[in-house]
């Protein structure tokens, strides 16, 4: 009993080291090291020691031992996570019996763990051994920790220069509105804003600012996003590697970053992840502290309880900071407006569909609720669908966007004229549609017919004016460049490359709610730019390889300079 005592203490305390920095580096605002300790130290004393010592009682029925330490540790566990809500700033105040069920999934894992680690301390030779040595690479890890995450610092900040860039001379202007402008160029900037765009025989130097030479290249708007989940430690949904995943949490994303920039992307909406993060995020890249896309960000998403993304992707001892588990209207409003008035969210997102394997669905009537108060707030509404049902509860609901139409699989009329008379921005997201056909192991040819299906849904839908958008669902595609295939997916649609590129610059600025500052290069709208090599309405692959990346009159990305 006393080595399980000193190992489970060295494994609680490990903890604080560990996540005190993580939690340093990603928020700049670490919570009281103390409550952390203490958080830390509760979970040792008050769940692993009594549940250790009921296991290390010495019973001729070891099952029954252990069944019954199983209905001991439920409270344990539920006191647990309310003292690490609280140590975290959240409140665990579980309102009906699916938030209840939720919670309840995770503690036979917690439970696990200790039975497991009781059994490897009692026993004899290799495995107590190398238990022990676990315990002490755990403490070693934990005190070079802070050492180790100062080297791992975000070393990709935006560039100081001693003249601000006022000019961007001698380029040809791509507008998604007006065309390609016949002669080249001059656009004059000023504090990140287009203020003018002149010919350039008739544009003068600029004689206190820096200028920058187009050399007759193609100066297009930045590309927008409008569907990503910045806080995954992965490059996509290809495969997981530890040392990757260190260096984005540590990092604050650093790689997602610089793909988006090298990738043309000038802004991007962050759609579900742990809220407060996000948004102390997207505040250090408004104000130049890190270098990176413009960043939008969504309160914390609606769902039922049990729901997606809580009871398919995220544990639900980390669902609190990132989602609102709604089973009533006022509850759910109640959160929403603490989250308005705390965050002040860029959009309120809300899950009604369920990727066929959560436990509950949000009724329709809370949707229409979370989507009246955005209307009533004045911020888009974005929900999450995948059939045809789904599609129609949230176009009726009045919902500023559609996600995820590519998987309905069929477009009947009844769902098109609805669509005709709501125009919700709809997103087909092809590139997660093709992960969900993977994941249900529809390959090959039967795949590529369900593409094809997907395609001419939505070449329905341009054709009857339904206004299209465009985002990925990074990190189910790669960061930055999945943007790109979506676009090819659209031109395999019969979309014009014109109305594409309007999709990905204009629409998605209207969707972000910016459409008279961002997606368009002409006076008035932000310095948000890239300067291509080709003409992108002769061939949409030019803007994945932008020659340089603008934002808000800043050159982030320049492949003529090394970035990190």
């Known amino acids: 009993m006393t080595e399980f005592l000193w190992i489970s203490l060295v494994l609680c305390l490990s903890g604080v080291p560990l996540f005190g920095t993580a939690e340093y580096l990603t928020t700049r605002n670490m919570a009281d090291p103390l409550w952390m300790l203490a958080g830390y130290l509760y979970l040792a004393v008050a769940y692993w020691w009594p549940l250790g010592w009921w296991l290390s009682r010495h ?143 008739r544009a003068n130097a600029s004689p206190d600012g820096k200028t920058l030479d187009g050399h ?33 949490i540590f990092g604050q994303y650093v790689d997602h970053r610089q793909q988006y920039l090298a990738a043309g992307v000038t802004s991007i909406r962050d759609t579900g992840g742990a809220a407060p993060f996000s948004y102390r995020l997207r505040d250090e890249l408004r104000t130049g502290r890190l270098a990176g896309p413009r960043l939008f960000t969504v309160a914390r998403l609606v769902t039922s309880p049990g729901g997606h993304p809580v009871s398919t992707i995220w544990p639900a001892m980390l669902a609190a900071p990132g989602a609102i588990q709604a089973s009533n209207s006022a509850a759910m409003i109640a959160a929403l407006e603490s989250d308005l008035v705390e965050y002040q969210p860029d959009a ?51 919902a500023t966007g559609i996600e995820h139409v590519a998987s309905i699989g069929t477009l009947p009329g009844s769902l098109l004229q609805v669509l005709q008379e709501k125009k919700p921005f709809i997103d087909p997201t092809f590139g997660e549609y093709r992960i969900a056909l993977r994941q249900q192991r529809i390959r090959g040819a039967a795949a590529n017919s369900a593409l094809e299906t997907a395609r001419g849904i939505i070449a329905q839908l341009a054709a009857a004016d339904v206004p299209l958008v465009a985002g990925t669902d990074s990190p189910l595609v790669p960061y930055g460049t999945g943007l790109h295939d979506e676009l090819t997916e659209l031109e395999r649609a019969g979309l014009r490359r014109d109305t594409i590129l309007r999709i990905v610059t204009v629409n998605n600025a209207a969707y972000l709610n910016r459409a ?16 291509l090599q080709q003409n992108p309405l002769e061939g949409l692959d030019t803007l994945r390889h932008p020659l340089w990346t603008m934002v808000n009159g800043v050159v982030m990305w320049d492949t003529s300079q090394p970035n990190p």
């Open 59 to 201: 019973s001729p029925r070891t099952w029954i031992r252990v069944l019954l330490g199983f209905f001991i540790s439920i409270p344990l566990y539920f006191a647990g996570l309310a003292v690490a809500y609280w140590s975290l700033g959240f409140h665990f105040a579980p309102r009906n019996a699916g938030t209840w069920g939720t919670y309840l999934s995770a503690a036979p894992w917690f439970y696990g763990y200790t039975v497991a680690l009781q059994w490897l301390v009692h026993r004899q030779g290799q495995l107590r051994s190398a238990t022990q040595w676990v315990a002490r690479v755990v403490a070693i890890i934990a005190i070079s920790a802070p050492v180790a995450a100062i080297l791992l610092i975000d070393p990709f900040k935006p560039p100081t220069t001693a003249t601000p860039i006022t000019r961007i001379a001698n380029v040809r202007v791509v507008d998604p509105i007006t065309g390609v402008s016949p002669q080249p160029q001059t656009v004059e900037i000023a504090e990140g804003l287009i203020v003018r765009i002149e010919d350039a025989s």
């Open 516 to 531: 008279s500052t961002l997606g368009r290069v002409a006076p008035g709208f932000q310095a948000d730019v890239i300067l």
């Open 348 to 398: 309120i997102k809300v899950i009604y569909g369920t990727i066929g394997r959560a436990h509950t669905h949000l009724t329709e009537n809370l949707l229409a609720d979370a989507v009246h108060l955005a209307h009533q707030r004045a911020v888009p509404s974005i929900v999450h669908a995948e059939t045809v049902d789904d599609v129609m509860a949230a176009a009726r609901s009045g």
């Open 216 to 248: 007759g290249a193609f100066l297009a708007p930045g590309l927008i996003d409008i569907h990503t989940h910045l806080q995954t430690p992965v490059s996509s949904a290809d495969g997981f590697s530890l040392s990757y995943a260190g260096r984005e």
